[in-house]
């Protein structure tokens, strides 16, 4: 925090005392400066004021848009060309166009007996997936 003479109108109090307010934020290197009052106590207060909104409003957009690109990572695209499982009923075909397994025993996995082959899949392809971004980082 640094304090100095205010420019401008102001007369003989204005030159001779250091009512000008100056806060800088080290980590994040943000500066405010205030010479609006005529006191030093209510320019700090006003800068620190100022300086208290700017950090939140950053706060704020940082969590922002890592809330929104969670949510874009949960949510995929919503194409309709991002197809989880296709029951194709003529031929008796259950096909998990995430994992690449298809299966022709339709009956058994409407009925829930035969997802294992799926569950197993997918738990194999997000541990792959935990390694290669813990990996990556």
Known sequence: ??????GGSG????????SAVRITHVPSGITVSI????SQHMNKAKALKILCAKLYEIER???????SKLRL????SGDRSERIRTYNFPQGRVTDH?????????DDVLQGEDLDAFIDALLLRQEMDAIAS???T
Do not use: K, W
């Open 1 to 6: 925090m640094d304090t100095y003479r205010s």
């Open 11 to 18: 007369g003989q109090h204005a030159n001779t005392t250091n």
């Open 134 to 136: 813990f990996s990556s």
């Open 73 to 76: 990572e949960q949510i995929g």
């Open 98 to 106: 995430r994992v690449g397994i298809t299966t022709h025993s339709i």
């Open 35 to 38: 010479q609006d009052q005529r």
């Open 61 to 67: 957009l940082s969590s922002q848009s890592s809330r």
